[in-house]
C-alpha cells in the first residue's frame, strides 16, 4: 500500500510570544552578564571594558566594549540571530548561538551589538527592540550605521583606530524592584550592591583569563566602572595544600580521545593564613566548599558537591577543581546557560567513592584538629568553679576510696561496699593548681565522652573535648558557670558512682553504660548547630 504524501509545512514561531517567553530562561544577572564576558572573549579581545550606572532619572544601561576581532554586516547579524551559525573554532567560551540574545533581553527590552572589523570600517549596529518586535509582529532587528554617541566613544576610548564591539542594554527592566523613585538612593544604593557582586562574580568566572601568572589561559584585562576586575582564586593555590590531582582519559562515542582534571585542595584554617586581610580575601565558609567546575578554562559552576555530599561545616577547608575542554559537552550535557552538567553514574561513582573519600577525611581532620585547639582555649578556666565545688563537697558526697598502687601502669585499689578491688585508672599530676576533680582532655579511647580517673589522688573525671556533646554543648555554654558546673558535677557523680558500684562482676557493664551513653548523646546532638569559634573558619 503506497504511503499518503505528506505535506511540509514551515510554522513559524509567533514573534512576540516567543522573544518575551525567551525572556524566562532563569538568567541570573550575574550569569547573564558572563555570558555576554564570553564573547569578547570568544573574539580574542585583550582588552573589555564594562560600564553599569543609571541617568538622572533612574533609566539603567549597561554597556561593555572590548578590542575583540568586531564583525561585518554579516557577522553583526548572525550573531544576533537567535540560534547563531556555529564559531569556527570548536572551544569557544560560546555553544549554543543563544546566550548573547537570551541572557540580554532577560533583563533589558531593548539590546544593540555595534561592531567594526577593522579600523577602516564604519560602525554598524544591530538592535533587538523587543517592544518594536510586539508592534510589528515579525522577526524585524533594526539595522543603523549611525549609532548613538556614547557607543562610538566607548568603542574608542577601549578599541582605538582598530577592531572591536559595544554590546548594550537599555530599557532594563529585571534588574531592580520597583522603586517609587527610581533614581533615588534606595535604587542607586540597590544599583551599587548589584555591581559589587557583579564584580565577585567576574573575578571568580574568568580567574584564569584576570590572572597574569595563570598560563593555562591568555591574559584580558577586564575592568568594571572603571576599576580593573582582580582575579580571585578558589583554591588559594599559593597556600593550600594539593592532596589529589589525576587526569581521567575518556573515550567518546565518536572514539576521539578526551580527558579531565580533578584536584582537591585542603585550604588553611582561618589562624593559619598569613594575614587576616588574606583569610577575608579566601571567603572561608561552609557555602564555598565544594566541586568548582571549569569549561575551556571559565568557570561555568562553583562550590556544589552535584548530588554527591551535603555540605557540612567539616568539609569546610576542601575545594576541588574539575576542569574539561570543548569535547567533553556532550558527555556531561552542558545546558543552554553553560552553568550546569550532569553527571553520568560511572563518573558520579568514581568521585563519591575512588577520588573524594581521601581529601575529604584530610579536610576533616586538618578541620577538627583546629577546632580542638580553638575549644582548648576557650575551655581554659571554664571548669575552674567545678573544681572548687566538688572539692567543698567531695568528703560529705561519700563513695568509695581509691588508692594508688602503680602509678606508671595505672593500677589502683577500689574500696566500696562491695569489697575490694584492683582496676585500672587513668592517674596523673593535675594540669593545673587546683584541677584535680575535672579535667577536659582531647580524647578518649573509643570515643567516650567521660571517664573516672584519679588525679592528686583525688577522684576525678576526664572529659573529651572531641565528643560531640562536649563540642556543641558544653562549648556555647562555657560562659554560663552554673550551667557548666552542673554538668560536671552529673559526670563526676556518675564517675564516682561507677567506682562505688564496682565490682569485678560489673567490670563490662560499666564499660558498656559509658560507651552507650556516650553514643545516644552523640546522636542526639547531631542536629544541634557547630560552635561559633572565634576563629573558626566559618
Given at each position: 500500500?503506497?504511503?499518503?504524501?505528506?505535506?511540509?509545512?514551515e510554522?513559524?514561531p509567533?514573534?512576540k510570544r516567543?522573544?518575551?517567553?525567551?525572556?524566562d530562561t532563569?538568567?541570573?544577572f550575574?550569569?547573564?552578564?558572563a555570558d555576554i564576558l564570553?564573547?569578547?572573549?570568544a573574539?580574542?579581545?585583550?582588552?573589555?571594558?564594562?560600564?553599569l550606572?543609571q541617568?538622572?532619572?533612574?533609566n539603567?544601561?549597561l554597556?561593555?566594549?572590548?578590542?575583540g576581532?568586531?564583525?561585518?554586516r554579516?557577522?553583526?547579524?548572525?550573531?544576533?540571530?537567535?540560534?547563531?551559525?556555529m564559531?569556527p573554532?570548536?572551544s569557544s567560551?560560546?555553544?549554543?548561538?543563544?546566550g548573547l540574545?537570551?541572557?540580554?533581553t532577560a533583563?533589558c527590552?531593548?539590546?544593540?551589538?555595534?561592531?567594526?572589523p577593522?579600523?577602516?570600517?564604519?560602525?554598524?549596529a544591530a538592535?533587538?527592540?523587543?517592544?518594536?518586535?510586539?508592534?510589528?509582529g515579525?522577526?524585524?532587528i533594526l539595522?543603523?550605521?549611525?549609532p548613538?554617541?556614547e557607543?562610538?566613544?566607548h568603542l574608542?576610548e577601549?578599541?582605538?583606530?582598530s577592531?572591536?564591539?559595544v554590546?548594550?542594554?537599555?530599557k532594563?527592566?529585571?534588574?531592580?524592584?520597583?522603586?517609587?523613585?527610581?533614581?533615588?538612593?534606595?535604587?542607586?544604593?540597590?544599583?551599587?550592591?548589584?555591581?559589587?557582586?557583579?564584580?565577585?562574580?567576574?573575578?571568580?568566572?574568568?580567574?584564569?583569563f584576570l590572572?597574569p601568572?595563570?598560563?593555562?589561559?591568555?591574559?584580558?584585562?577586564?575592568?568594571l566602572n572603571?576599576?580593573?576586575?582582580?582575579a580571585?582564586?578558589?583554591?588559594?593555590?599559593?597556600?593550600?595544600?594539593?592532596?589529589?590531582?589525576e587526569?581521567v582519559?575518556?573515550?567518546?562515542?565518536?572514539k576521539r580521545?578526551a580527558?579531565?582534571?580533578?584536584?582537591?585542595?585542603?585550604?588553611?584554617?582561618?589562624?593559619?593564613?598569613?594575614?587576616?586581610?588574606?583569610?577575608?580575601?579566601a571567603?572561608?565558609?561552609t557555602d564555598?566548599?565544594?566541586?568548582?567546575?571549569?569549561?575551556?578554562?571559565?568557570l561555568?559552576k562553583?562550590?556544589?558537591?552535584?548530588?554527591?555530599?551535603?555540605?557540612?561545616?567539616?568539609?569546610?577547608?576542601?575545594?576541588?577543581e574539575?576542569?574539561?575542554?570543548?569535547?567533553?559537552?556532550?558527555?556531561?550535557?552542558?545546558?543552554?546557560k553553560?552553568s550546569?552538567i550532569?553527571?553520568?553514574e560511572?563518573?558520579?561513582?568514581?568521585?563519591?567513592?575512588q577520588?573524594?573519600?581521601a581529601?575529604?577525611?584530610?579536610?576533616?581532620?586538618?578541620?577538627?584538629?583546629?577546632?580542638?585547639?580553638?575549644?582548648?582555649?576557650?575551655?581554659?578556666?571554664?571548669h575552674d568553679?567545678?573544681?572548687?565545688?566538688?572539692?567543698?563537697?567531695?568528703a560529705t558526697?561519700?563513695g568509695?576510696?581509691?588508692n594508688i598502687v602503680?602509678?606508671a601502669?595505672?593500677e589502683c585499689?577500689?574500696?566500696?561496699?562491695?569489697?575490694q578491688?584492683?582496676?585500672k585508672?587513668p592517674?596523673?599530676?593535675?594540669?593545673?593548681p587546683?584541677?584535680?576533680?575535672?579535667r577536659?582532655?582531647?580524647?578518649i579511647?573509643?570515643?567516650?565522652?567521660?571517664?573516672?580517673?584519679?588525679i592528686?589522688?583525688?577522684r576525678?573525671?576526664?572529659?573529651n573535648s572531641?565528643h560531640?556533646y562536649?563540642?556543641?554543648?558544653?562549648?556555647?555554654?562555657l560562659g554560663k558557670?552554673?550551667l557548666i558546673q552542673g554538668?560536671?558535677?552529673?559526670?563526676?557523680?556518675?564517675?564516682?558512682?561507677e567506682?562505688?558500684?564496682?565490682?569485678d562482676d560489673?567490670t563490662?557493664h560499666?564499660?558498656d553504660?559509658?560507651?552507650?551513653?556516650?553514643?545516644?548523646l552523640?546522636?542526639?546532638?547531631?542536629?544541634?548547630p557547630?560552635?561559633?569559634?572565634?576563629?573558626?573558619?566559618?
Amino acid at each position: 500500500m503506497a504511503r499518503n504524501s505528506e505535506e511540509k509545512v514551515e510554522l513559524l514561531p509567533d514573534p512576540k510570544r516567543m522573544i518575551e517567553g525567551l525572556r524566562d530562561t532563569g538568567y541570573e544577572f550575574d550569569t547573564a552578564v558572563a555570558d555576554i564576558l564570553d564573547n569578547s572573549i570568544a573574539a580574542d579581545a585583550n582588552n573589555i571594558d564594562l560600564r553599569l550606572d543609571q541617568d538622572v532619572r533612574g533609566n539603567i544601561r549597561l554597556s561593555l566594549a572590548d578590542d575583540g576581532s568586531g564583525m561585518d554586516r554579516k557577522g553583526l547579524l548572525n550573531a544576533m540571530r537567535y540560534g547563531a551559525q556555529m564559531r569556527p573554532n570548536p572551544s569557544s567560551l560560546g555553544k549554543y548561538g543563544l546566550g548573547l540574545k537570551t541572557a540580554s533581553t532577560a533583563f533589558c527590552r531593548r539590546l544593540t551589538v555595534a561592531s567594526r572589523p577593522n579600523a577602516k570600517s564604519d560602525v554598524l549596529a544591530a538592535t533587538w527592540d523587543l517592544d518594536h518586535v510586539a508592534k510589528s509582529g515579525a522577526w524585524e532587528i533594526l539595522l543603523s550605521d549611525e549609532p548613538d554617541e556614547e557607543i562610538i566613544e566607548h568603542l574608542d576610548e577601549v578599541a582605538p583606530k582598530s577592531a572591536g564591539t559595544v554590546v548594550v542594554w537599555q530599557k532594563v527592566d529585571r534588574l531592580l524592584k520597583d522603586y517609587a523613585d527610581p533614581s533615588g538612593k534606595p535604587a542607586k544604593k540597590a544599583l551599587k550592591q548589584k555591581e559589587e557582586a557583579l564584580r565577585k562574580h567576574i573575578a571568580m568566572v574568568f580567574q584564569r583569563f584576570l590572572d597574569p601568572k595563570d598560563k593555562r589561559a591568555r591574559t584580558v584585562k577586564l575592568s568594571l566602572n572603571g576599576v580593573p576586575v582582580e582575579a580571585w582564586d578558589p583554591f588559594v593555590t599559593s597556600l593550600s595544600e594539593l592532596v589529589a590531582d589525576e587526569t581521567v582519559p575518556v573515550e567518546l562515542p565518536s572514539k576521539r580521545d578526551a580527558n579531565f582534571t580533578v584536584k582537591a585542595y585542603i585550604l588553611p584554617r582561618r589562624e593559619d593564613f598569613p594575614s587576616a586581610e588574606l583569610a577575608k580575601k579566601a571567603e572561608l565558609s561552609t557555602d564555598r566548599q565544594g566541586i568548582y567546575i571549569y569549561r575551556e578554562n571559565r568557570l561555568i559552576k562553583d562550590s556544589d558537591w552535584l548530588g554527591i555530599f551535603q555540605k557540612e561545616p567539616h568539609g569546610s577547608l576542601l575545594r576541588v577543581e574539575f576542569s574539561f575542554d570543548h569535547r567533553l559537552d556532550e558527555v556531561f550535557h552542558l545546558d543552554i546557560k553553560k552553568s550546569q552538567i550532569i553527571l553520568n553514574e560511572e563518573l558520579w561513582d568514581w568521585l563519591s567513592t575512588q577520588f573524594l573519600p581521601a581529601p575529604r577525611r584530610v579536610a576533616d581532620n586538618q578541620y577538627r584538629d583546629g577546632d580542638r585547639k580553638q575549644i582548648a582555649k576557650r575551655a581554659q578556666g571554664a571548669h575552674d568553679a567545678s573544681n572548687n565545688t566538688i572539692r567543698e563537697r567531695e568528703a560529705t558526697a561519700g563513695g568509695a576510696k581509691v588508692n594508688i598502687v602503680n602509678p606508671a601502669t595505672g593500677e589502683c585499689v577500689v574500696q566500696n561496699p562491695n569489697g575490694q578491688f584492683r582496676i585500672k585508672l587513668p592517674v596523673g599530676p593535675a594540669a593545673k593548681p587546683g584541677e584535680v576533680f575535672v579535667r577536659v582532655v582531647d580524647s578518649i579511647n573509643n570515643g567516650l565522652l567521660y571517664e573516672p580517673a584519679l588525679i592528686e589522688k583525688h577522684r576525678a573525671i576526664h572529659i573529651n573535648s572531641s565528643h560531640p556533646y562536649y563540642s556543641k554543648v558544653y562549648v556555647p555554654n562555657l560562659g554560663k558557670s552554673v550551667l557548666i558546673q552542673g554538668m560536671d558535677s552529673l559526670l563526676w557523680a556518675l564517675g564516682v558512682a561507677e567506682l562505688t558500684a564496682y565490682h569485678d562482676d560489673t567490670t563490662k557493664h560499666f564499660e558498656d553504660l559509658r560507651f552507650e551513653l556516650s553514643r545516644i548523646l552523640s546522636k542526639l546532638v547531631e542536629g544541634l548547630p557547630d560552635p561559633e569559634l572565634s576563629e573558626n573558619v566559618a
